[in-house]
């Protein structure tokens, strides 16, 4: 009776560690689903900053925009404190046809740099679940505090 007790354990353990590993997978496939990432270089030059990669990125519903750029270390040297300060919005175009409109970012100091901007896309039908790959990155940039960047054409 014994060793049909321990034949009947030998087989249930591997079942059910079958079945616990298909039901995480289960669970887990339809989250990683929704998280996605896309970088792409591109270049664009606004009062000398360099900008030059977007990196997208998702979670469920929220869209996420990283620009890269590089400040230069002259644009900064003024001695009016006021013109070393930049503002600038990005248009994000998607292969999608999705655009992404950034909100206004400043920067104060030279040096590398990355904004981030987030959208949540529930309202719009949750769009941001489907993966996207930017085609084209527009970036408009003004200097001096309280300037407007000038509106995308």
């Known amino acids: 009776m014994r060793w049909l007790e321990a034949a009947w354990h030998a087989f249930a353990m591997p079942q059910r560690f079958v079945r616990a590993v298909a039901v995480s997978a289960t669970l887990l496939l339809p989250a990683l689903a929704l998280a996605w990432t896309q970088d792409q270089e591109f270049a664009a030059r606004v009062h000398?900053?360099?900008f030059s990669r977007v990196q997208l990125s998702?979670?469920?519903?929220?869209?996420?925009a990283r620009l890269f750029f590089d400040a230069p270390a002259e644009a900064y040297e003024s001695e009016t404190a006021s013109r070393n300060h930049y503002r600038f919005h990005?248009?994000?175009?998607?292969?999608s046809e999705h655009v992404v409109l950034t909100g206004i970012f400043y920067n104060e100091t030279p040096g590398a740099h990355s904004y981030e901007y987030r959208e949540d896309t529930t309202a719009q039908g949750c769009w941001a679940k489907t993966e996207s790959h930017p085609r084209g990155v527009d970036v408009e940039?003004?200097?001096?505090?309280?300037?407007?960047?000038a509106p995308f054409k």
């Open 141 to 149: 940039g003004c200097r001096g505090r309280g300037c407007t960047p």
């Open 58 to 64: 998702a979670d469920g519903c929220t869209l996420k």
């Open 48 to 50: 000398k900053h360099e």
């Open 90 to 95: 990005a248009r994000i175009k998607l292969d």
